[in-house]
Structures are given as C-alpha cells and as structure tokens.
C-alpha cells in the first residue's frame, strides 16, 4: 500500500463522493457503468410471461433486474434490430435475481424471455427516443467500466482463494508452504488495489507496513505475518492474526466488487498502480522481510495494463497515438521487468543492483507520466 | 531580489495572462537587461527576464546569477526522432520558462482539473528571476562508449569534443561524470532554477533520465566588469582575472566557436567543461592565513595579487617578496592557472559553491561546482588542468565529478531548437 494513510482516506472519500454525486443526479451516468435509480427496469419472468416494469425509454444505460418467478432455468436477452444481440444473461435458476446492463441508442428493441434457455422466448419491444452521440458516448464508457467491473470480480475472488491458501498454511504452522504462497496471495490484491483503497479503513488493517501503523495502534495483515515468517521466524501464535486477515480481506473483496467506478477512476487507477510501484515497490519498502517486491510489482503493472485494456475502445477513438504510447511504454517495463524472472517468480529486491533499480526507474517514469492522463482522457464529452 | 514581485508586476501567472510572446515580454519588463548581438549584457536585474533566442545561447556571458541546477541526462530511447522531439519540446519549454511563464500549453493552472497540470506550479508567483537555460550535448550522445553510432551523429561529432585526460589527482565517480546531454539552469532565484530542471525532466521521461544533478548556491565567478568578484568556500575572491562579457574580442578568441572551426552545427557555440571539486574544508580551515595566502598566491582580504596592492592589480610573477624569493610563489595557484604559464589558454569561467549537507564522517560535503566555457577545451581547459598538477591546492580539493559538452548556437527564433543545425 501507499505509505501516507490519509492520501487513502482522501482518496476513498473523493470516490465516494463521486459515486454518490453521480447517482443523485439521476439523469445522466456518465461512463458509470451502473445506471441511476430511473434507469433500472424490473424485469419478472416466468414460464409463460415476460413482464417488463418499464418499456417507452430515452437514449442511456439501462440496468435489467431479472427475478425468475418460474419453475424453469431462465435467460434474458435484450435483442436490437435483426435480432442482434445487444444484452444477455444466463443461467438464471428459479428464484434467483441477476442484472443486466446495456447501453441503448434509438430504436426498437426486444427484451426477451427465455424459461428453458431455449427457442425464441417470450418477447416484449422497447422504445427507445433521443439523443444518440450522447449515449453512444455514455455506451462506450460504460462498456468500459463494465470490463474492469468483471476483470476487479476474477481478482477479488482470487484474492480470496488465495488468502484462504495462505492462512490455512500459516495456521498449519507450515512455514514453508505459507512463505511460498505469501507473494502470490498478494498478487491478486496487487492487482486491484486502487478499488480496495476506495475502502480506506480496510487497505491499512490488511496492507499496513509495520512503519505506517500508528502509535499505540495493532501491526495486522499481510506484512505482520511477512515479519512472523521472514524476521521473527514464528507462526506458532499467528493463527489468529491469521483469521483476521482472511476475514478483512472476504469483505473487501465483496466491497470491491460492488464498488461504483466512472471510467475516469479506472483510468486514474492505473496510474496509482504505477504510484504504488515508484514508492514502495521501488524502494523495497512494501516486503521489508521477504523482499519478494517484484511479485507486487508485477501485479501492479499487470492491473494497470488491464484498466487500460478495459479503457482501451475509448481511448483508441478519443487519441490513437497517445494510446501507441501507453502500449511501447508498457511494452518496455514488461521487457524490463522480464530480465528479473527467476523460475516461476522473481528475483528478490536485494538481488537487484543499483543499476537494475535505476533502469526499471527509468521505464515505469517512461509510463507513468503518459499513464498520469488518462483519466482527463476518458471523461464523459458532454 | 531588489524589488517584490508585486512591484515588477511580472509574476508568473501574471503574465501567461497578459504576454503573448517572448518578444512582448521584454518589452513588458521596462528593467530587464538589454542583450546585443554579442549577446553581451548591460547590468544585472535580478527579477526580470533574460531572451532565450539569439546568435548565442544565453547562460554563458550572461552576467553569472547567484544560484545554480545543474542536470546531466542520458538518452534511453533508441530513436534520433525521439531525441528531435524532445530537443523541440525543451527548447519550447525554455523559451516559456526563461520569459517567466509557465512551461506547457495550460500551465501550472489552467488545465483540465481531472488531469496533471503541464507546469509543477511552484514557480507561480516569482518573477523571471534571470533564468537561463543552456544546453550542452556529450560526447556519449555522438558515440557511446562501445562505439557505437546511436543516432546517427557520428560524422557530426566535433574534434573539440575529445574525452578529456586524465589529470593528477583525478578521483572522478562515473554516477556523477558525464552524461548525453546538460542543461544548465541559472537565476537569482534558487527555486526558479530548480523549477526549471523539474520541468525539464519530467518533460524528458521516457526519453532522457537525469543521470546527475548539482545544486549551486551562490556564483564564484564575475562575468561582467559590473559584477564584484564573489569568494569560493575556501574563503578566497574567484574569478578576478576571469573573462568578462565586456571583453568581446577576448570572447571571440577564447569562447565561442568561429565559422569553420570543427563542424558547421557549431559555429556560434562554446565548449563547456564542469568539475565537481570537492573541497577538504576543514583541514584547508586549520591552514595558517599565511600559507592560504602562498597557495592561492592572493592575499585573501582584498583579493589583491601577492606583492600587489588591489584586487585588480596585474599579477607580476617576476616580482620577489620580501625575502627574495618570488612574491607569488612558483606553486602558487594563480601562477600554474594563469594563461602566460598556459600557452595563452583562457576560458570563461561559471562555477558556483556547493554544499550537499555533510558527508557522515561529520565534514561538510562541499566545494566547489567548476564551470568553463571555452573555444576549444584541447587548447583551453586541459593544459590548464595538466599544469595544475603540481598546484599545493590539491592537497585540499578532489576532482570527484567530470562533464564536457559541446554548446551549440542559440536558437534563433520561435519555431527553431537547440541543437537544430546538429540535426539539419
């Protein structure tokens, strides 16, 4: 994590603002990826209907929220013209609920019941009237987010997998096999830290360097247990602090899941992953006892590189070449960073020479200064 | 600074408001120095600003400011149209910053809240401040040291711009030696200096990466009959008998680069070389005054020749002291550095004291950063230096850090670069 908390606490309060301003305003999401309260329509399917709460619509992205009231496994697709498929969800088992969101530009559609997931479904056309650039734009930033949204999804449930793994060896009292899996636990947490952080009371308790940890307050997480293995070289008494971690890090991971991004955010993620990596990573400061940084270090680069992939239609459309540049760059601290590889990991920080330092230095300022504009780059245009 | 920045009206800020160009700016500042072709200057205003355009870049006989940042950098692209374009977007920068604006087309301010400000910003609100910018290209950036032609400059590299010898006592550290390219940032204002090479860089990364840098903070050289010669840290006047912007047929001989020296690209430029010497202060402050005195050959009051009187009296080598022997000692520094022992050798010097704190063992890291601007540095700076090697000074200073460069031309106009011809 970064070392100043309340850099954090800032910045988790600012998205929350964000979030919040966006859904009060209630017209116009833009590049939310989630749609406003007026935006959501029910939708209520069962083996004979389809029952849409709503179907006269004005251009913008509209959430579908399925109930399947019917005895039989539902679908629901949103088709455009010539039975184009704009929208589907699957698998909607009896009882359940699932949502759906989709970006529509004028015209005719058709939401479309499927009880069984077979035939041509139980259809209902939706209307939808307005201003088409506008939504068009709203589409593709929305589109974007959604891509992240599901890319933060994988990793958080990696996260906890892997968490899971690394605690049970800690309890275990397994050293070994809890020192082998503390790099790649953290990896999927490396990832997405920018979301974790929209929580800022949670990123200090589960990524808090023993520095950052205020006086009379508890050294807890990731790095407690690094000391417990690296330095201390006792895990007899960490089961707990073990426990901990893995509860903290269950519910960010759900927080993050459901946490409301604009496409700008995801953009300026990416750049405090490469923050993340030019101040701690850098330094060798975030694994002080294991100085296994490089595992953090690629998984930051790695998040980074996903947000910009989920950014990756608007910004080739908004500026092709400064998105040529963000490629090289990444292109060569990957180059860069794979001189470093060392059987399925990394070489340790202490293994790595001044020189080595100052040229992976050199390429992430490389990307980090055209990585520092994105998010101006991905705003909505109205 | 001799006036607020509310009096001169020419903050920062002020003026991206109001002046559209580096030509209105002068005219704006109704103090600023007035340059001639020559490029030699009137008095000192220490708020206003300095024209960056001209047959000669600013920054060399521009009467030396208090405060020095001094940045090294190397190349780590690959591609000569990378280093066009970042030439490009320096030299537009310079202009900018030398006028008093901010660098970028929004600055420090005016952009797009949600993204990055084109200036840092803690520039805003001072003036000018006299900032020059000067660049120098290394020999590196010709042919780096496995040989190799990386920008296709090879044939371009001038004769002048031969590595420099060892010299006795040599005790340089590569990290802070050398460098593809320097940029010398100098005003009243440290912070306006410092803003500058910030700016610099960040504009470089992916580009160039610093390589070293050097703080200064106070001149040690006169480069105007206007200027008093200011003290180095071993408490001495320096520069007395240096070059001055008023000697223009002496600039012409000894400085700038004639038409049909060397390469064409070159014409109207100069050769810098920069020392970083550290100096042993506190064994040179336990030195008797008498014996500070014979090293330097200066009494160090007046600043007088040893056997002279004032400061600019001439220095009489023949002249015997009281006992007999020479008034200024054989040994003596200004002897050795003087150019009728040097074959006439003669060089503009720049330099500017230093500290970087204190070194762990409790001594002030300190001394002084050597800066010298020359025709040819093969016929100004080394037989200077080679004759040094017996200077008693030595025994009190290390030469830690080394860096040559050529200068080229000054650009211009708007639209030009520096370095434009090197690339034409």
């Given at each position: 994590m970064n070392a100043p908390h309340n850099r954090l606490m800032i910045g988790g309060a600012l998205a929350a603002t964000v979030a919040l301003a966006l859904a009060g305003c209630g017209g116009d999401d833009a590049g939310g990826g989630e749609t406003p309260a007026g935006n959501e329509i029910a939708v209520t399917a069962t083996d004979t209907e389809c029952t849409l709460s709503k179907t006269d619509l004005t251009t913008g992205n509209y959430t579908f929220a399925v109930e399947n009231k019917g005895t039989q496994v539902t679908e629901f697709y949103v088709y455009g013209p010539d039975d184009l498929i704009v929208g589907e969800v699957e698998n909607i088992a009896p009882g359940l609920s699932r949502k759906l969101t989709v970006p529509l530009k004028s015209g005719s559609y058709q939401g479309t019941c499927k009880p069984g997931m077979v035939g041509d479904g139980i259809r209902q056309t939706l209307t939808v009237t307005g201003d088409d650039a506008a939504a068009a734009d709203d589409a593709e930033l929305a589109a974007a987010v959604a891509t992240y949204k599901q890319y933060v999804a994988t990793q958080a449930d990696e996260l906890v997998t892997l968490t899971g793994q690394f605690t049970e060896a800690v309890k275990k009292g397994d050293a070994d096999e809890a020192k082998r899996l503390f790099p790649l636990a953290r990896e999927p947490w490396e990832r997405i830290e920018p979301v974790a952080e929209i929580f800022g009371d949670l990123d200090p308790i589960i990524d808090g360097r023993e520095g950052d940890v205020p006086e009379g307050g508890e050294f807890t997480g990731f790095h407690k247990l690094e000391k417990d293995l690296w330095e201390t070289k006792d895990i007899s008494k960490s089961g707990e602090m073990a426990d901990k971690l893995l509860t903290d890090v269950k519910e960010i991971a759900e927080k993050a899941k459901g946490a409301e991004l604009t496409a700008a955010q995801v953009g300026n993620g990416a750049k405090e992953l490469l923050d993340e990596v030019a101040s701690t990573k850098m330094t060798g400061e975030e694994d002080e006892f294991s100085h296994t940084d490089l595992w953090d270090f690629n998984a930051n680069i790695s998040g980074a590189q996903q947000a910009i992939e989920a950014l990756r239609p608007v910004l080739a459309a908004r500026d092709a070449a400064f998105l040529g540049t963000l490629d090289t760059a990444f292109k060569n601290v990957n180059d860069t960073l794979a001189q470093h590889r060392k059987g399925d990991g990394w070489k340790l920080h202490t293994e790595l020479t001044d020189a080595d330092l100052k040229e992976l230095s050199d390429v992430i300022n490389a990307l980090a200064e055209p990585l520092s504009h994105v998010g101006a780059k991905v705003l909505p245009t109205q | 600074m001799s006036s607020s920045t509310d009096q001169s009206g020419l903050s920062r800020r002020a003026m991206l408001g109001v002046v559209g160009g580096a030509g209105v700016a002068v005219g704006v500042a109704g103090a600023s120095i007035a340059y001639g072709p020559q490029g030699t200057a009137h008095a000192a205003d220490v708020d206003g600003p300095i024209e960056f355009y001209g047959e000669h870049q600013a920054g060399i006989v521009t009467p030396a400011q208090d405060r020095l940042h001094f940045a090294a950098f190397d190349l780590i692209t690959e591609s000569r149209d990378d280093l066009v374009a970042l030439l490009r977007a320096w030299s537009e920068a310079a202009a900018q910053m030398t006028a008093g604006r901010p660098a970028g087309a929004t600055g420090a301010v005016d952009g797009h809240p949600a993204a990055p400000p084109d200036d840092t910003g803690e520039a805003l609100d001072l003036p000018p401040g006299g900032l020059t910018l000067t660049i120098g290209f290394g020999p590196s950036l010709f042919v780096d040291a496995e040989g190799r032609d990386r920008f296709g400059l090879a044939d371009r590299k001038p004769e002048a711009l031969a590595e420099l010898p060892h010299f006795v006592g040599d005790a340089l550290r590569p990290e802070i030696s050398d460098g593809d390219l320097c940029v010398q940032a100098c005003a009243y204002d440290p912070q306006v200096a410092v803003h500058a090479i910030r700016n610099l860089a960040r504009i470089g990364f992916g580009k160039v990466s610093v390589r070293w840098s050097q703080l200064g903070f106070g001149r040690t050289s006169a480069t105007s009959r206007e200027q008093t010669t200011p003290r180095n840290m071993m408490g001495f006047k320096d520069g007395t008998n240096n070059l001055k912007a008023e000697d223009t047929a002496l600039l012409g001989e000894h400085v700038w680069v004639p038409e049909g020296e060397g390469p064409a690209w070159m014409a109207g430029g100069s050769y810098v070389v920069t020392r970083r010497i550290r100096m042993t202060i506190e064994t040179w402050d336990r030195t008797p005054l008498g014996e500070q005195e014979t090293i330097i050959g200066r009494t160090k009051g007046s600043g007088a020749p040893l056997g002279g009187v004032k400061e600019f009296d001439e220095l009489d080598f023949g002249k015997a002291g009281a006992d007999g022997t020479p008034a200024i000692p054989m040994q003596a520094h200004v002897r050795l550095a003087h150019h009728s022992t040097t074959n006439g050798a003669r060089m503009l010097r720049r330099g500017y004291n230093f500290t970087?704190?204190?070194?762990?063992?409790?001594?002030?890291d300190a001394g002084l950063f050597f800066i010298a601007y020359q025709r040819d540095p093969r016929t100004g700076f080394v037989p200077v230096q080679l004759n040094l090697a017996s200077d008693v000074l030595n025994e009190y200073i290390r030469h830690v850090g080394s860096g040559l460069f050529a200068c080229p031309p000054g650009v211009k106009g708007p639209g030009g670069f520096w370095g434009e011809g090197l690339f034409g």
């Open positions: - | 970087d704190g204190s070194d762990g063992l409790g001594r002030l």
